[in-house]
């Protein structure tokens, strides 16, 4: 009998070690790797669901290796450290890492390198295995939406594809329309003095805002660029952009801990 008391006792004073050490882990301000880890995580997540949408042939084996999650994804990575973070980057540095100058840069990065592969992606989405092209509208717009709404629900970040427009073209999708804070964003980003790459970032008592202004690549070119007016693919008219004109932003609002 003594013995089981002496373990019940035990088991309690476990339990409540362990609830201390839980609420004081839910109490610390959630760090750079845990954004990116949930963000990486959204996108594989929305690869996964959509997997029979890009790359299932009609007898149900795959179409091409490279659009399977992990390897979506290990491109996609690859673009990030090609468009700004830089080949010295490391993912550990952002472990303990609270600072949203540092964290805004890095997630709208990844997000717009998710983005880039998806419009370098298009022609194998598109393709069947008999050689025809089916448009999913699987675009990266789309993806980077869907991405950002998971990412939105897991952390309560909200992050935000938008744009100017250009020649009298304004945003193709009404949720896409820039809110006050991020006109004057996407302004200060294509103002023409501005640094390339460099992002717009303002700071209320709640949030730090940061925009990072995003650039027109070949890829874009089929959808977005000329002859101004043209139908796209998915019927829009292109705006006329040019190589590495500025496309619009993405934006990100993290709360100031
Ligand atoms: C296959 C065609 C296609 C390609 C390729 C494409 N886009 Fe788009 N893009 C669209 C469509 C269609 C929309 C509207 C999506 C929607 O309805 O939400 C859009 C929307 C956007 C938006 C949101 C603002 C708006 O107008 O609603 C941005 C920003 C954008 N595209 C940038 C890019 C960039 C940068 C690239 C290249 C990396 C690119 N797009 C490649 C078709 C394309």
């Keep these: 009998m003594k013995i089981k008391q002496a373990g019940l006792i035990l088991v309690a004073l476990l339990l409540g070690v362990l609830f201390i050490a839980s609420s004081s882990i839910a109490g610390t301000p959630k760090d750079g790797k845990y954004y990116f880890d949930t963000l990486k995580e959204s996108m594989l997540e929305v ?46 540095a952002l472990k303990g890492e609270t600072d949203p100058q540092v964290i805004a840069p890095i997630l709208t990065t990844l997000l ?36 950002v709404d998971r990412f939105h629900k897991k952390t309560g970040i909200q992050m935000k594809q938008t744009t100017l427009g250009k020649n009298d073209y304004k945003e193709r999708n009404k949720y896409n329309a820039p809110n006050k804070w991020e006109e004057k964003g996407l302004h200060a980003v294509t103002a023409k003095n501005w640094q390339t790459n460099a992002g717009y970032s303002e700071k209320t008592a709640a949030e730090y805002r940061y925009m990072k202004p995003i ?43």
């Design 47 to 92: 690869l996964a669901e959509n997997q029979a949408l890009i790359n299932v042939k009609p007898d149900g084996s795959i179409k091409s290796k490279k659009l399977l999650p992990k390897s979506y994804y290990k491109k996609t990575y690859e673009q990030f450290k090609k468009i700004g973070v830089g080949k010295k980057f490391k993912l550990k």
């Design 112 to 147: 717009q390198a998710g983005r880039i592969t998806t419009a370098k992606f298009q022609k194998a989405i598109n393709s069947e295995a008999d050689g025809t092209v089916k448009l999913k509208k699987f675009i990266p717009a789309v993806f980077g939406q869907l991405t």
């Design 215 to 257: 650039y027109i690549k070949k890829g874009c070119l089929g959808c977005h660029g000329v002859p101004i007016g043209e139908k796209g693919p998915y019927g829009h008219p292109k705006e006329g952009y040019e190589l590495n004109d500025i496309r619009g932003g993405i934006s990100i609002s993290l709360p100031i801990q």
